[in-house]
């Protein structure tokens, strides 16, 4: 069975959150989240949809939740969600993402910033083409294959991977 996976990327701020967010769009998917996984690797994610809050209750790791609207916009932000807890409902939350814990910091996410979440190939393509927006010129050719982002976002990757080691 193939997994969808999706990539989410910040347009505000130029810069990815996740290269591998999983959908959880049916019922036991959003029941079950994170439940049973030890830790979420630096690039993985969930994205719960349909879903205006969601819970830790069983999850063994803190996570970063990120409440968007229907158009993907950031409506709330929690850095450091706790386990075993029931996250605040946001009513105008369409969906939310949970990712590790310093995604939000690392990437400067803000309320209002619009992401794009799509599959990777989507994503690639939209790069290749330049229609993701203003890029800067650091910014490299999205490759599919083993290189994305800025020096920057890969540094910023490495940093996180070193702090989840100690």
Wanted: hydrophobic share 35%; charged share 20%.
């Amino acid at each position: 069975m193939n997994t969808r996976t999706y990539c989410v990327y910040n347009q505000t701020r130029e810069c990815f959150l996740s290269l591998g967010v999983t959908p959880a769009d049916t019922t036991f998917a959003r029941l079950k989240g994170l439940i049973g996984r030890l830790k979420l690797r630096v690039d993985e994610g969930l994205w719960v949809v349909p879903s205006c809050g969601v819970h830790t209750v069983g999850v063994l790791f803190p996570l970063d939740l990120i409440y968007l609207n229907e158009s993907h916009q950031v409506i709330h932000l929690i850095e450091h969600f706790p386990t075993f807890r029931i996250s605040p409902l946001r009513t105008q939350a369409s969906s939310v993402l949970e990712l590790p814990i310093h995604t939000i910091f690392s990437s400067q996410t803000q309320p209002g910033d619009q992401l794009l979440i799509c599959p990777v190939e989507e994503i690639a393509s939209r790069f290749n083409k330049g229609t993701v927006g203003q890029l800067k010129s650091q910014t490299q050719k999205f490759d599919a294959g083993l290189t994305y982002g800025t020096t920057a976002q890969v540094a910023d990757l490495h940093e996180v991977n070193e702090l989840e080691k100690h």
